[in-house]
């Protein structure tokens, strides 16, 4: 590529709508353009990295020996009111209708169209297992579209669905689908863990994200400090160890008129807040106890996904009106505990074993202090309600818990029958009798990789690619005064050509800019390697290369540049 | 490829509700499925086809110096608004609203976001011309969404746009792109015309479409039988020749109480149709003259196109309401005529040198015969309103015209300032001053290519693909008996690997067929070499191979194979 007759769209200055340094730099570097909220244009460069991370993961997916098809992006009413999920799905779903006012959806994923296709194509366990893929664009509306395209509304998805008759199947299935994750990912060059997830909404038992580490993330994950445990925190168990001290003073209702929350005891008492206990109103499950009261430590706190797997909690988790509480407890939400509490109450792990604690009275204004299980109330039922914090034993066993920030590129499911079993989607099975499939689903947002790779490596100047591979092109050729130096302009077509022929990405940058525009621009979007042709060092043999990685200048002689630059790629 | 593990999905029934050949060999080879109307999933095997002409589109379009760039389905009302096609398009354009409630469309086309986008990121002549594409998947609410995916309602599109400050390099550019778009369906091994065409809606000045040749096709192409003259029935021009005979008998009213049509005429009155003229009223485009009479010969078909480019004649063209005319003019519309006519008038040249012609008389159950231009009635307004027929003479001179089916699979325009001029967009000149841009633009049906080519290449087995470039499989290995024969399992293997490390796309037949079901699924799906394995045969050293264009079997010598499969491949 020229870069004269490119679209190159830099930017000097950071725009200020943007909050990530991903999205900084993707506009910066003339990557990506907002059309609407949630909806972006691709430019050259950004296309040109979207494609290699495309096809990165396609060849992956190729080799792992799953299919590539193609399903529509709008799909019928219909399958979604089969699935059940038309009704389920909230207004992320965009529902639309066409001029014959049929319903129709714009596809945030494909597990009721390629559910509705493989139960028509696929008729015997012969044929299974089937892991079917499309790379292919999604739409979600997104209440509150964010990030650039990390969070856009609009965005490029890889999605693979796999068919099976045994759990064994699946298991297989899934296995190689996380290898190839991990493959792909590590092709990527990016820094990423697999971690333990919640099934989530979408169903199922087992589940892995794929979590790219970086600051701006928005997920907590969980690691051990000495094994290879990680988990999502929202799925991550916390441990408590120790036990309960005896009780070393008496129960006494105290009055803490200007004390509404933790911080507020801590400040007014001196106290500390693991000495005190919160109690959240939530839901219950049933209408004969329509509320449930979870207690956590003061300094903990409350993990939904744990909170709503409960019998006893409404799921998905609403914590209850504080009009509703008042009428039922007689107190507001800043003065409840377990004391004559007449509504379910769990407890956390970690709360179980409190002594000494201080709680809300379930009277405006009061609280009881030193209060003791099973000397002043009795102990209710224990579960782990807490998301983990750093410290915490790993559930393994092994060393102790840290927490980083990730960014989720990738999630593999093991869906069951969720699906298949409401589609009634069917083969006939060995026995020749009917057998309804079960299925495992995986996906990688692969607009969100390019996001992803951004915010895990760039610098003051702009983007450093974590691997050629991905970069938007991999050798830039910068004359120096190429419209005035006969020899510079030559040496520099003849190069940009040698390398072409040569099947490398290069782009050779003939605009009429000063040298620093031309710097400026290459290191922005992120060159890894960069030459620079000056007519005095080509008059002594020489020609300066620059690695935008170690960021180093080196000369090279004429007659080894061609080797040496094929030895850097990939480096 | 492994056909054990791959989803064939081929039918041995022609499905019943499939009209063309190429819409039944899709569905009976497995390429697509429908999810609704107008909607269609591709399968395994129609995916590599359409990624393969994908591919070829793309290669072509970076080889003339466009650039990709890649924008949303999902677009802002405000954009339409602002071009006004969000009151000018029809309900092809799906429209619907967001969560927070704010008009969008599925995109059908993407003229305003590429208008918007370069009016933000060009600002001088110096970054011009600039051609920028896409390819990406559409959405047309078709009314009837027909034929599989050659008239679907979601498609995969190639779609350019190119801007300039001038005529001239805008005409460069559109040769560029017919230059292109030749190498590009010369690439796919298609019959196909470039023809000059109407620029219809999109508006415009020069326009051409690529039509493949075929029967089935929904477009009239005209070409000369002496020069390279080529055109849409639309835009053809109808050449009259002769001159207007005298007349030879008096003007008589005649009762023709039965006659309501030129067919009737015909068979009541032993009349030859080309002595009938046929009066159609339509709408003005004024309010001052809201009925136009247009006058062909009775033989002729009225050419819509031609017709609303009149200043007379309203556009888009309608055809008059009966209650309106027969209160205007009193009579039905099987009895119109120009004879005491009080509407504006306009005759085709044809018509103008007719002489004892019959026309409806203004008087139901009435018409003159042997009427006669000055003599009886002022002859009206002449103008090119008909659409040429086979035998017309070519409008270059050179030879006369023959009318054949075309599929649209290509399109280029120069657009002008419709667009630039709407959406304000603006550069600024070689003298400083602001010039709105002028653009062209340039569509590929990609999906639509891989229907019209099956359509053009095709037998009673199935799809014999135009070129190996665009088959599903370049290869086929069919081993017999491959479940029992050692000797044949090992050296298909072997076939296999050595061919796939070679990097030829080859699919192995590993399934427990028939051999004859194996021959019909490849030859079904168009595998244009075929390799057949037998044990007999590799006990003597040779290997049957079969091509699918030819269709007779040769013997190679085991030693000669793979030289001979490769000097075979794209020939």
Known sequence: MRASKYLFSTLKETPNDAQVVSHQLMLRAGMVRPLASGLYNWLPTGLKVLKKVENIVREEMNKSGAIEVEMPVVQPAELWQESARWEQYGPELLRFKDRGNRDFVLGPTHEEVITDLVRREVSSYKQLPLNLYQIQTKFRDEVRPRFGVMRGREFLMKDAYSFHTTKESLQETYEVMYQTYSNIFNRLG???????????????????????????????????????????????????????????????????????????????????????????????????????????RGDHELNEVKAQKLPEVAEPLEFADEVVIREKIGAGVGSLGPINLTIPVIVDRSVAIMSDFVTGANIDGKHYFNVNWERDVPLPKVADLRNVVEGDPSPDGKGTLLIKRGIEVGHIFQLGDKYSKAMNATVQGEDGRLETMIMGCYGIGVSRVVAAAIEQSNDDRGIIWPTDAIAPFTVAIVPMNMQKSESVAKYAEELYRTLLSQGVDVILDDRKERPGVMFADMELIGVPHMIVIGEKNLAKGEIEYKNRRIGEKQMISKDQLLDFIKSQINK
């Open 190 to 296: 990016l820094d990423f863990r697999a971690v333990q997830a919640d099934t989530g909404s979408i169903g199922g038992s087992a589940s892995h994200e794929f979590q790219v580490l970086a600051q701006s993330g928005e997920d907590d994950i969980v690691f051990s400090t000495e094994s290879d445990y990680a988990a999502n925190i929202e799925l991550a168990e916390a441990i408590t160890v120790g036990e309960r001290q005896a009780a070393t003073a008496v129960m006494e209702l105290i009055d803490t008129p200007n004390a509404k929350t933790i911080a507020d005891l801590v400040e007014q008492y001196n106290l500390s807040a693991d000495k005190i206990i919160k109690t959240l109103v939530v839901k219950g499950a049933t209408e004969a106890q329509p509320l449930v009261a979870l207690i956590i």
